[in-house]
Every structure is written in C-alpha cells, then in structure tokens.
C-alpha cells in the first residue's frame, strides 16, 4: 500500500512541478499567457497520462510491451497538447 501512494505522490509532484514552469514564465514575460482552464486542462492532461503510465506498469508484465504502450500514450499526448496549443491538425478541438 505504501509504494501505491509513494507512486501516487510522485505522479502528482511532478505534475504541479511541470505546471510551474509556465507559471514562472508568466511572471517574466507577456509571451506566455496562460489562463486557469489552461492549467486546468493542461493538469488533467498531465495527471491522466501519469495514472495510465502508472497503470500500465502495474498491469502489463512483458517489458517490451510495456514500454511500447507507455510511448504511444506520450505520443498521444503530445499529438494533444499540440492540436490545442497550435491547432496542427484543425480539429474543432482547438477552436478551428
């Protein structure tokens, strides 16, 4: 039980980690401007892709699967966070 909520601690961590980094930005620079449901959704997405990494290595037990399915879940999320960033694909999804 304790590595399930050490595991869980350090997913979150590095979640509010990472949301600091544009946090910071903001405070130096106008090129940056992020608004809350940018953090919001940017935390969902970050968390969501932590607890399914996490997932799947709790589930999957061959090693080459593993990290087969922990790269395709990166991939999506980077295929993601650039569509709503930039709107690469045009999807509705980033408001084109």
């Known amino acids: 039980?304790?590595?399930?909520?050490?595991?869980?601690?350090?997913i979150v961590i590095s979640v509010v980690a990472l949301l600091f980094i544009p946090f910071i930005a903001m405070q130096f620079t106008d090129e940056v401007n992020w608004t809350l449901a940018d953090f919001v959704i940017a935390g969902i997405l970050l968390l969501g892709t932590g607890?399914?990494?996490?997932?799947?290595?709790?589930k999957v037990n061959k090693k080459e699967n593993r990290i087969a399915l922990i790269i395709v879940i990166i991939v999506l999320l980077l295929l993601v966070w650039a569509e709503l960033a930039v709107g690469v694909f045009g999807t509705p999804l980033a408001g084109s």
């Open 1 to 10: 039980m304790k590595t399930k909520s050490n595991r869980l601690i350090g």
């Open 51 to 58: 607890l399914i990494c996490d997932f799947i290595l709790k």
